[in-house]
Structure formats: structure tokens, C-alpha cells
């Protein structure tokens, strides 16, 4: 049930994070380099999950996305997709929860990207989609790399969302952190919640060195 | 030929720039804030017009979007891909002529670095490259030498002077030194405040007597074209010849026989009614007055060497006391100063 746990994890953030990426990327351009009427409010529509108490996203996305509500509904009738109480409404939820984080971060490295460089690509002949996939792509590289790991890191502690959308159902949705504090409910379960521990530091450091080490591979050209 | 009427208002300063130039190198002339760079970006697309028309060689560009126009452009910060090689770089806009502008402006051993592992110059000779080898129908060349130091000014000109005469690739070039200007140009455009005071050929824009008003006795003077006539190696000296006469410089500069250009700025030319004698300067011209003019703190005076045009700031009171008037003919005392070789 332990290692279980483990896994599902790791599916569920990884999942999280390559659907969310795209999305974020766009969200991230939009908000650094547009200027439309709606940027506030799609802004604070982006960090909402940030500063809402997670138990209420969680239950907002059980409003929407359960059988019963207005999208989850529609998803179940027409494709027969259930996202409730499923490993995949884990995922949408540490998604969301880590959206945010990633926004922010490939935000950031949007708004370092001189567009004087794109307005050089422009002059020499590049189309404004070939001009963001050679140059300004490139260049964020490094800063959606830090957000995809924040995003995974955020998307694997991902708690109180998670446990009101789809519950603690061992091997279906129970993932590290409710599995900890399942066990911790229980008396005498001390040596796995250790070992659940030390998997969830461990896989903490080790997004974070992978990441460092491949933006210093990326700065190093 | 190129034509360009431009309109913009951006927050309290107006841009309303008008001028027509011919193939060549047109050189655009202004103190820092006049509007220069606003031009080149109308005329690259990078910055939208309020109103206007901008024209090269018979194709209207107004409403062509930037990565069609077909311009090359340098930007003053270079602006090279930091994330590709040079070679990559290059090859960014097109491979046109790829062996000739690498050896032309000696590229070669540049070819596997990346833009941070080079230094200003070299930036410089990459962007220059980069552009041409998109092969523009026009080259916008934006303050390109303003952040150099003097030798890679001096460097980087002379790769321009080739590109001018040995590619003729036309130009627009934005700058407000004047001694680059009178080097490279055919044509200048002087703006001030968003607006253009003065457009035409050169020398004849240079040597007006409000030339001297509008630009100060150091940049307003006589462009000449002349010819090397010998070396006096012992001196360090060279002798040339235009058509009002013979110059001699104090430096050794290009081939017997080869042109160069000469500039004479207003503030070093002294006038005499009399030949002067026992006098270190050595280049004494008989001249005629063609032209005075009042030009705040002193007289701008119009002289003719032979077909010449030559200009002279002088002060009010001298220009009282020798009793200057059109048509006199007096002698030019001149401080030999810039040129530049011309092929």
C-alpha cells in the first residue's frame, strides 16, 4: 500500500505538470506581453488556487467536475469520463493547485527576454510563431523548467484539494501526503511514515538538482 | 530611391519627418532625442505611423509587416542570439552571399562562438554580417559604432566604406558624429526635434553657410573629394589635390593616385585679406567670398577654391574689421583635418 502510494504520486504530478505546462506557457506569454482589457482579471483568476484555502478549491472542483455538476456532467454523458474520486482527478486537481507556480515563474522569464531580439529575428525575415520558437522559447527554456518543477514539486505535496475532490482511496487516489496522514491516524505505523517521509524529501531534492542542473547546462552555451 | 513621409505622435514628442534620397548612403543626423531611431524603426516596422508612406526602389512598404519588408537591420546593441553560435546567428535571415560577406568582414575564426565570447567590435562585424546576409534591399544601420571604442570605430567604418563601394549595399545610417557621417554618406538628413531642417547631397548641405547655424562650426564644413598626389615620407606628410588646389596633411594616407575624402570644418579655416607670410600653417588657398552669413555668435562666410565650396566661421567683429563683402577675393588659411580613402 506504501509503495502504491509512491506511485500514484509520481503519476499524478507527472501527468499534473505535462498537461498544465502548455497551458501555463501560453497564460505566461499572454500575461507578460499582451496588454488586453480582462489582464487582471485573468490574472487573478490564475493565482485564485494560491490564496483560497485548498479545501475549497477541492470542493468548487467537486461542484464543477463531479458527475453532478456542469462540466463533470457533460464530460461523463458524453465520453464517459469520471474525474471524481479517479487517479485522473487528482491529477486535475494538483494541476490546478500547481498552476499558479508555474505561471508565475515562466512569467518571469518571459519578462527577462529582451524583445529586442524578437524584433531582430522579425527584421531578418522570421514569421512572428517562427520568431517564438527560435528565440523567445529558447530563452524562457530555462525559466519553464523551473516552473515545471515547481509545478511537479507542488503538484506531489498536494493535499487538501486532493483529498475533498477525490478522497484517500488506497491504489486509486491516495497519494504520499494522504497516505502519511492516514497513517498517522493509526497507531504503531511509525516506520512507514518515516520511509513515506524520507521518498517525499528525496524526490523534493531530487527535482530540484535535476532542474539546477539543467538550466546551468542550458546558461552554459 | 527612397522616399519616406512619416507622422507619429509619441506622448509630448512629434514626429513628422519627410525626405526622398537616392541609391547610396544616406545618412541620418541628429542630436540624441531628435527622432532618428524612430525613423529607422518606422521604416523597418517595428514601429507603427499615425500616418505616412515609406517607399524603396519603387515597392511600397507602409503596410507590409516587418518580416516581409525585406530591410536590413543593425541595431546599436548588436542584439545577436545569445543561445546560437555566430554561424547560426548568421544564418538566422539567409545564407545570400555567405562566403563573401564572412571574408569580407573577416568572420572565419568567429564562426563556432557564442555572442557572449565576443568582444564589441567583433558583435558589431556579426550583426552587420547577419543583416546582409538576408540580402536587404536596404541596409538600416542604427548608431552601430556608438558603443565602440576609437581603433573599433575606426575598424568597423572601414568595412562599411567596403560594403559601400564594393557590394553597393544602400544605406541608411543614423548617427550624430559627424566625422563618421562625412565619411560614409552621399546623402544627409538633419533632424532636430522630430523634424527634418535639411536634406540633400552632402557637401552641398554641409558647405551652406546655415549649415553653420544649424550645426556648429565643428560639424558644418566643406566635404571635398581629392586625390593623393605624393608622400613626403621623411615629413610624414601627403600632398593632395582637389580643384580649388593642393592640401598637405600632416599623415600618410593611401596610394598615389588614390581618391580620398577631405573635411574641412567651418571652425578651421581662418581667413586673410592679405597673403599671410612667415606663418607655420601650410596650406594657404586664394578663395573668393560668395556668401555671408550672420550665424549667432559669428559670420559664417561662403568661400569658392576654384569649383569648390569651402565654409569659415569667423567672428562678428574680425568680419567688420577686414571689411568682408561677396565677391572679394582673400586667401583661406586651413588646419588640415579628416579624410577618409574613397574608392
Known amino acids: ?221 | 530611391m527612397i522616399s519616406v513621409q512619416i507622422k507619429k505622435r509619441l506622448g509630448d514628442f512629434a514626429l513628422d519627418v519627410g525626405f526622398e534620397a537616392p541609391r547610396g548612403v544616406t545618412a541620418i543626423f541628429g542630436r540624441s532625442g531628435s527622432g532618428k531611431t524612430s525613423v529607422i524603426n518606422a521604416i523597418a516596422g517595428l514601429m507603427r505611423p499615425d500616418a505616412g508612406r515609406i517607399v524603396v526602389d519603387g515597392r511600397d512598404l507602409t503596410a507590409v509587416p516587418v518580416h516581409k519588408r525585406n530591410l536590413g537591420v543593425v541595431f546599436q546593441d548588436a542584439r545577436l542570439f545569445p543561445h546560437m553560435t555566430v554561424a547560426k546567428n548568421l544564418a538566422y535571415g539567409g545564407a545570400h552571399d555567405s562566403d563573401k560577406i564572412v571574408e569580407l568582414l573577416g568572420l572565419g575564426a568567429l564562426m563556432n562562438r557564442f555572442p557572449k565570447a565576443l568582444s564589441g567590435g567583433e558583435k558589431s562585424r556579426v550583426a552587420l554580417g547577419r543583416a546582409l546576409m538576408s540580402k536587404p534591399a536596404l541596409l538600416l544601420l542604427d548608431e552601430p559604432l556608438a558603443a565602440l571604442d576609437a581603433p573599433r570605430k575606426t575598424e568597423i567604418l572601414s568595412y562599411l566604406e567596403r560594403l559601400r563601394d564594393e557590394m553597393d549595399v544602400p544605406m541608411i545610417y543614423v548617427s550624430h558624429d559627424m566625422s563618421e557621417v562625412a565619411r560614409l554618406a552621399t546623402t544627409i538628413v538633419i533632424m532636430e526635434a522630430g523634424r527634418v531642417v535639411r536634406a540633400g547631397p552632402m557637401g552641398a548641405v554641409l558647405a551652406h553657410p546655415e549649415a553653420v547655424g544649424l550645426l556648429g562650426a565643428r560639424d558644418a564644413g566643406a566635404v571635398l573629394a581629392a586625390t593623393v598626389v605624393n608622400h613626403d615620407e621623411a615629413g610624414g606628410l601627403t600632398r593632395l589635390s582637389f580643384d580649388g588646389g593642393d592640401i598637405v596633411l600632416p599623415k600618410v594616407l593611401g596610394a598615389v593616385g588614390q581618391n580620398v575624402r577631405l573635411r574641412i570644418p567651418a571652425q578651421d579655416v581662418i581667413l586673410a585679406v592679405e597673403r599671410p607670410k612667415g606663418i607655420s600653417a601650410r596650406n594657404i588657398l586664394p578663395v573668393t567670398i560668395t556668401a555671408l552669413d550672420e550665424a549667432g555668435t559669428g559670420v559664417a562666410v561662403g568661400l569658392q577654391a576654384g569649383a569648390s565650396p569651402l565654409l569659415a566661421r569667423i567672428t562678428t567683429a574680425s568680419a567688420h574689421e577686414m571689411h568682408l563683402k561677396v565677391g572679394m577675393e582673400i586667401y583661406a588659411i586651413i588646419k588640415a583635418t579628416a579624410v577618409s580613402p574613397e574608392a
Open chain 1, 1 to 221: 500500500m506504501m509503495w502504491q502510494a509512491v506511485f500514484l504520486s509520481l503519476q499524478v504530478s507527472a501527468v499534473a505538470t505535462i498537461c498544465a505546462l502548455p497551458l501555463a506557457i501560453w497564460v505566461a506569454h499572454v500575461l507578460a506581453r499582451k496588454q488586453f482589457r480582462g489582464h487582471g482579471l485573468l490574472n487573478g483568476l490564475v493565482h485564485l488556487p494560491l490564496v483560497l484555502p485548498p479545501v475549497v478549491t477541492g470542493y468548487l472542483l467537486l461542484i464543477v467536475f463531479g458527475k453532478q455538476g456542469a462540466v463533470g456532467g457533460f464530460l461523463y454523458d458524453w465520453f464517459g469520463i469520471t474525474l471524481a474520486f479517479r487517479w485522473t482527478g487528482a491529477a486535475l486537481a494538483a494541476a490546478i493547485m500547481g498552476f499558479p507556480l508555474m505561471v508565475r515563474a515562466i512569467r518571469l522569464g518571459f519578462e527577462a527576454v529582451d524583445a529586442g531580439l524578437e524584433d531582430a529575428a522579425r527584421t531578418l525575415g522570421a514569421s512572428r510563431a517562427r520568431v517564438f520558437g527560435t528565440v523567445t522559447l529558447p530563452l524562457v527554456m530555462p525559466a519553464i523548467l523551473a516552473g515545471a518543477v515547481l509545478g511537479f514539486a507542488k503538484a506531489l505535496g498536494e493535499f487538501g484539494a486532493t483529498i475533498t475532490f477525490v478522497a484517500a482511496i488506497p491504489g486509486q487516489t491516495q497519494t504520499i501526503p494522504s497516505a502519511i496522514y492516514g497513517l498517522l491516524q493509526v497507531p504503531n505505523q511509525e516506520s512507514d511514515v518515516i520511509v513515506l517521509v524520507s521518498i517525499s524529501v528525496a524526490l523534493a531534492m531530487g527535482a530540484l538538482v535535476a532542474s539546477e542542473w539543467l538550466a546551468r547546462r542550458m546558461v552554459a552555451r
